[in-house]
């Protein structure tokens, strides 16, 4: 079964950095994009950041840019996908949720696979 579990979350003041891991496992999730979006409440749930299938490319939305950095590790029978977050604000509390792509090799934008998420709650 295709799963997609987020770890890393928690509270941390204004400044402040975390490092959301999420780990993939249940199908081949080595060969497709992967990425991070969030949603804080009572708004709709945003892109992040995301990493094409092999590392190479990067994608940020604006609000992240040079605070933020995602990678991935890719091994034989798993993969790992990290959001480094560095100079935390107030606006970046959220729930994070990682998610993956189906097309092997490509970069699409169309998400299809969702994990729970993870609460990241910065504080003033």
């Known amino acids: 079964q295709e799963q997609l579990v987020e770890s890393g979350g928690g509270l941390v003041q204004v400044g402040g950095s975390l490092r959301l891991s999420c780990a993939a496992s249940g199908r081949t999730f080595g060969t497709v994009a992967m990425g991070w979006f969030r949603q804080a409440p009572g708004k709709e749930r945003d892109f992040v950041a995301g990493?094409?299938?092999?590392?190479?490319?990067?994608?940020?939305a604006d609000s992240v840019k040079g605070r933020f950095t995602i990678s991935r590790n890719n091994t034989k029978n798993t993969v790992t996908v990290y959001l480094q977050m560095n100079n935390l604000e107030p606006e970046d509390t959220a729930v994070y949720y990682c998610?993956?792509?189906?097309?092997?090799?490509?970069?699409?934008?169309?998400?299809?696979?969702w994990g729970q998420g993870t609460q990241v709650t910065v504080s003033s």
């Open positions: 998610a993956a792509q189906d097309t092997e090799m490509e970069y699409t934008d169309r998400w299809r696979h």
């Open positions: 990493i094409n299938w092999s590392g190479k490319n990067r994608y940020y």
